[in-house]
């Protein structure tokens, strides 16, 4: 699908539909509502009655002349004071999903959609080019001919800027695209089942976004992974056919090439059976998302390039099955990670935490910045924090304050839990140095302690996204299915990187 900036007038668009709001509550057409009423005769002003302005109520209105693209779609914007940017998000893409159900090929959103809001125009323009791409975003992979013949196909979309055009509208509609075509690659990673998405096709995708996009790729095979001494990502893997891989992706611009990096560590376990602990039946199909941190790394990092950001990124991507081989890790087995500690297992179902020590472990070499992983982690996270936000936790305030402000500025919503020291005794174990799992008091901070204890020295935070991988429910933006969570909220905090003061 192409996306556009143009400064044409409203009434000179040759999309198929231009697409005008109205709060709740409205007196008078304003802002592209009432550029559509000049140059109709009053086409809004006269459907009054039947538009409430209720959030997200959308109602087709067809000018017989005045209008090149004879089509206006007026959507609800709700109460003005409850518009945020990221409801703009929501509002562009049901905006372009209504037209797309009417059999619409392309739409126009004007920048002036939601009149006399505070937003600058680069946030608008931003907002409104996300929005409709994320919301239009369908995973047809494996749907054969009959469906792919159909028309729900969307074109382009034209961010409309009037008297607004300028080079920074431009600029951050061409990032919009950027940032959207990373999440819709971590969706689409996610989305795939696990027997297509294995470590080895992650380490296909991630040398061919390499390539495409400037960044360096090296994978490690499990004779490499031995040669480093990842005895505990090893330990997962025994249990599966399906060979390990460990990747490494690498965005270092000229001015940074040799600077201390920011590390993302993802999780991908590309299918969590549980292992010998294995999991109940029910749902277990949805595992196959259990490599979404590292999807979200993968598309992050896709992004930093296309955005050409002055900063040194690493992506680590640790990835293998968790199955029930006949060679898989046991219950009560010990395993040495690449750090030197020893880790008894007590359920072979937390084998995240273990894929995640020896990466964390490894990171280390880069002498990094900052270090952030990101893991669908654990249940717990879900009964906690629901669907809608993710965990955090860490050993440095600032970053994690950081990555509230991008969240804040994303619409991808995190939320902070404790890591008091009390917490490191229910993972002590009483003959290896410490144990995969504590009671189930605490689940996702215990995890959390896990991983604290490969990370000295760096500071570190840890996201636990296992609730806000996948939609079950479809959001404004967001199609049932994978999120490709975590890319927004990473670019969004790498853009306006600085320096953590020690
Ligand atoms: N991948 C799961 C966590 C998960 C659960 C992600 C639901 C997404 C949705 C993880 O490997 C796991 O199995 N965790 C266990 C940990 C427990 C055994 C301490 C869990 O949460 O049950
Ligand atoms: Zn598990
Ligand atoms: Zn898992």
Redesign the pocket.
């Known amino acids: 699908m192409k996306i556009r900036t143009l400064g044409t007038s409203l009434d000179n668009l040759k999309d198929d539909v231009v697409v005008v709001g109205v709060f709740e509550g409205w007196g008078k057409t304003a802002g592209a509502a009432a550029e559509i009423d000049r140059a109709t005769g009053g086409l809004i002003k006269a459907a009054k009655t039947d538009m409430t302005g209720r959030l997200y109520t959308t109602t087709m209105l067809y000018a017989s002349d005045g209008l090149a693209a004879r089509r206006v779609l007026v959507i609800g914007l709700g109460k003005k004071q409850d518009l945020t940017l990221d409801r703009l998000r929501g509002i562009a893409a049901r905006a372009v999903l209504t037209a797309r159900e009417t059999g619409l090929h392309s739409a126009a959103l004007p920048l002036q959609l939601a009149p006399g809001t505070a937003f600058e125009p680069s946030h608008r323009a931003a907002a409104l080019a996300e929005g409709a791409q994320l919301g239009l975003y369908s995973f047809r992979h494996y749907k054969t001919a009959l469906d792919n013949g159909n028309t729900k196909i969307f074109k382009q979309i034209t961010i409309s800027t009037g008297r607004e055009h300028s080079s920074l509208v431009a600029a951050a509609v061409r990032n919009a695209e950027a940032l959207c075509a990373g999440v819709c690659l971590a969706r689409d990673l996610v989305n795939h089942p696990g027997n297509a998405a294995t470590p080895t096709y992650l380490a296909e995708t991630a040398r061919r976004i390499a390539k495409t996009s400037g960044l360096s790729c090296t994978v490690f095979d499990e004779k490499k992974m031995r040669r480093l001494g990842m005895g505990a990502l090893l330990a997962v893997a025994r249990g599966s056919h399906e060979p390990a891989r460990f990747i490494v992706l690498e965005h270092a611009p000229a001015q940074a090439a040799r600077s201390a990096p920011v590390v993302l560590i993802g ?1 991908a ?1 590309t299918f ?1 059976s ?1 292992g010998i ?1 294995i ?1 109940p039946a029910l749902n277990m199909e ?2 196959k ?2 490599m979404a941190g590292g999807a979200a790394v993968m598309g992050a990092l896709q992004v930093c390039a296309r955005m050409k950001l002055p900063l040194r990124v690493i992506g680590l991507i640790p990835a293998t099955e ?1 199955l029930p081989g006949g060679s898989a890790l046991k219950p009560g087995d010990i395993v040495k990670s690449m750090s030197g500690k020893t880790i008894e297992i ?2 072979t ?5 273990l894929i995640l020590a020896d990466a964390l472990h490894f990171a280390r070499r880069y002498k990094p910045q900052a270090v952030i992983d990101l ?8 009964i906690a924090l629901g669907n809608d936000v993710s965990a955090v936790m860490g050993t440095s305030e600032p970053l994690i304050e950081r990555l509230r402000k991008a969240s804040d500025l994303s619409g991808e919503k995190i939320w902070p839990m404790p890591m008091h020291v009390e917490y490191d005794e229910l993972i002590k174990s009483d003959i290896a140095d410490i144990k ?3 009671s ?1 008091a605490a ?1 996702s901070i ?2 959390g302690c896990f991983l604290r204890k490969f990370t000295s020295g760096m500071p570190w935070a840890h996201l636990d996204i ?2 806000t ?2 939609a079950q429910q479809p959001k404004p933006y967001t199609p049932k299915g994978a999120t490709g969570v975590g890319v927004r909220l990473l670019v969004q905090l790498l853009r306006t990187w600085q320096r953590l003061k020690p």
């Open positions: 999780k376990i969590d549980g602990s999991k949805e595992m998302t259990d968790n007590i359920t179902d937390a084998e995240g935490r893991a669908t982690l654990t249940g717990a996270c879900i995969n799992v504590g189930r689940g215990t995890a296992a609730g991988a996948w």
